[in-house]
């Protein structure tokens, strides 16, 4: 056993991927067309079942590779009102710290979809109870809101006094969306409609420039580098994060194994040994500031509670897929 470490961006409901997810008809040829014919079919064919169980079969093996704390980034349009206690439910029994938050988007059913999505994050955030939890609220990316929500989410964060997660400039499509809504980009578009509070936490940041991610270090915000991610969705290397000293490691759906996100950070990310090994041993920063400054949990799942979650997903994601091809 060791100290634990910490996966500054996760997705809990990608964890039955492994287990038969079928490849997308056409084969996606940009990194919207992956968000559009894999994962966001994907998360609206998750049912109640299916996110309990992803979540804790993620949960579980992050603590068997070594991670004890996720800040984790959920959507599940066709389940989002209690969306947020599954995964909290599943965190909180294996013993797994989570930051959870639910991405406000009008991808699908328009404004009335992120109302719903604030008010789950809103509803969390007074209900929850949990000692290994804490949450935050979230947007899922600025091409995917208009203006009007992101003022609402930012209102929102102010009055709770929490933080915002969100994807920010991964595919220079965010760029584009931005620039074509009359800002400069979107961090811009972000922080003009001030939809982010100290601390937010802005994954990706691949399209940003240094002098954007010095912006957002002055602004309270932290980045967090998803190298394995930005190498396999082919969307660029994040080289600009090195101009703020607020970066921390992220797997964006990978496997929760921080220590070969400290490596790829090397191998795709254009970093060296000391700043990757920063930017992981950041996230025990950004940890402090939800949990307070003890050391984080030891991890020590057990291999019996991780075999039953094997065989739970076996169970539960040929239906989980059934549904995702229907779509």
Known sequence: MSDGTVNAHTHLYSALAPYG???????????????????????????????????????????????????DHHESPNLIEGSLDLLADACA???????LCYGVTERNFGHDEARRGLREGLRFLDANTRPLVRGVLGIHASFTVSD?????????????????HVHLAEDQADVTD????????????????????????LAHGVHLSPE??????????????????????????????????????????????MLAERDAAVAHAG??????????????????????????????????VLESLRADARRVAPRLFERMKAL
């Open 21 to 71: 997810m079928p490849a997308p008809v056409p084969p996606p040829e940009s990194f919207v067309q992956i968000l559009e014919r894999i994962w966001w079919r994907l998360d609206r064919a998750l049912d109640a079942e299916s996110l309990a169980v992803s979540a804790r079969l993620y949960a579980a093996e992050s603590l068997a590779l070594g991670t004890t704390t996720v800040f």
């Open 93 to 99: 029994d294996v013993g797994l710290e989570a930051v």
């Open 148 to 164: 009007e929500t992101l003022r609402e989410v930012g209102a929102a964060a102010r009055a709770a006094g929490v933080p915002v």
């Open 178 to 201: 931005a620039r074509a809504r009359g800002y400069a980009g979107p961090l811009e578009r972000l922080l003009a409609l001030d939809a982010l509070t100290p601390g937010s936490i």
């Open 212 to 257: 954007q991610v010095r912006r957002a270090h002055d602004a309270g915000c932290w980045l967090v580098n998803n190298p394995r991610s930005n190498a396999n969705n082919r969307v660029g290397c994040a080289q600009s994060l090195a101009a703020s000293g607020r970066v921390a490691l992220g797997t964006d759906g990978f496997p929760a194994d």
């Open 271 to 304: 970093c060296d040994a000391t700043t990757a090994q920063a930017r992981l041993d950041a996230g025990l920063t950004l940890r402090a500031a939800f949990f307070g400054p003890d050391r984080p949990p030891r991890a020590s799942p057990e291999t019996a």
